[in-house]
């Protein structure tokens, strides 16, 4: 029984450490709070992106109308704005939460990234899928009836439409390799193309050319995650913005 005791304690202490690494600064503390008890946030985790892609985008209310908040300055206040459908507040707090794992669950910018996807931002579904397809950790849409690259590919589809330059990228990596769709590298190079059309300078671009033509010393790169070079970007990265930070 003793044993066990120490076993329960020192898990507990566990639980304690992680939950304090996570609380070390204010805006944390409440961001912590106000993440665990909005349900309606919650909810949106084993929801696919492209089943509300733009769905409350034309649902603004007067408050979300004005101009979103730095978020990493107040974070606070861009959750009031993202709960008010405010795509580009929800957004940019997912941005400002992943940046702050491990001492933050991936649970909440994922939603997060999907709240923005249902107000109406393209980069939001980008990156939800991006983030279902590419990291290892448990994700409850991997517990839906559909396919994950099904879901994934509808998700990029509509981020491409919506003229996002990595949703395009990803999307293309999708046709040319048959992840979720039946593979169509003729398709996949017009989505390559229109990454490229939509800024020809940005690195969804450079990535979709590296795929589609590798050099002869070097095999076409699996685009496992939209960032800087083939490896995960650092992190807080916007995987799925169509411009340069």
């Known amino acids: 029984m003793l044993r066990r005791a120490v076993v329960l304690g020192l898990a507990s202490i566990f639980i304690s450490n992680v939950d304090d690494a996570a609380a070390r600064s204010p805006w944390r503390q409440e961001m912590i709070w106000r993440?665990?008890?909005?349900?309606?946030?919650?909810?949106?985790?084993?929801?696919?992106?492209?089943?509300?892609?733009?769905?409350?985008?034309?649902?603004?209310?007067?408050?979300?109308?004005?101009?979103s908040p730095d978020c990493e300055r107040n974070p606070v206040a861009c959750h009031e704005r993202c709960v008010a459908r405010d795509g580009e507040a929800c957004l940019s707090l997912a941005q400002t939460v992943e940046a702050e794992r491990p001492r933050l669950p991936s649970k909440y910018w994922k939603a997060l990234y999907t709240a923005a996807c249902e107000f109406g931002q393209p980069s939001g579904c980008t990156n939800r899928a991006a983030a279902l397809r590419n990291l290892d950790d448990a994700d409850p849409l991997d517990h839906v009836a559909e396919?994950?690259?099904?879901?994934?590919?509808?998700?990029?589809?509509?981020?491409?439409?919506?003229?996002?330059?990595?949703?395009?990228?990803?999307?293309?990596?999708?046709?040319?390799?048959?992840?979720?769709?039946?593979?169509?590298?003729?398709?996949?190079?017009?989505?390559?193309?229109?990454?490229?059309?939509?800024?020809?300078?940005?690195?969804?671009?450079?990535?979709?050319?590296?795929?589609?033509?590798?050099?002869?010393?070097?095999?076409?790169?699996?685009?496992?995650?939209?960032?800087?070079?083939?490896?995960?970007?650092?992190?807080?990265?916007?995987?799925?913005?169509?411009?340069?930070?």
């Not at 993440?35 to 979300?64: I, M, Q, Y």
């Open 147 to 245: 396919p994950a690259a099904t879901c994934e590919f509808r998700s990029f589809q509509f981020a491409c439409a919506g003229n996002d330059a990595w949703g395009c990228t990803m999307l293309g990596q999708a046709l040319l390799y048959g992840e979720g769709v039946a593979a169509n590298p003729r398709e996949a190079h017009a989505m390559f193309a229109k990454a490229c059309a939509i800024d020809p300078d940005f690195e969804a671009c450079e990535f979709a050319k590296k795929i589609e033509a590798p050099t002869s010393n070097e095999a076409a790169p699996l685009l496992t995650r939209p960032g800087r070079g083939r490896e995960s970007p650092s992190a807080g990265a916007a995987w799925g913005k169509s411009e340069p930070k």
């Open 35 to 67: 993440l665990r008890v909005d349900d309606r946030l919650t909810s949106l985790l084993a929801v696919c992106p492209a089943d509300v892609a733009g769905a409350r985008a034309a649902r603004k209310t007067a408050v979300a109308a004005a101009a």
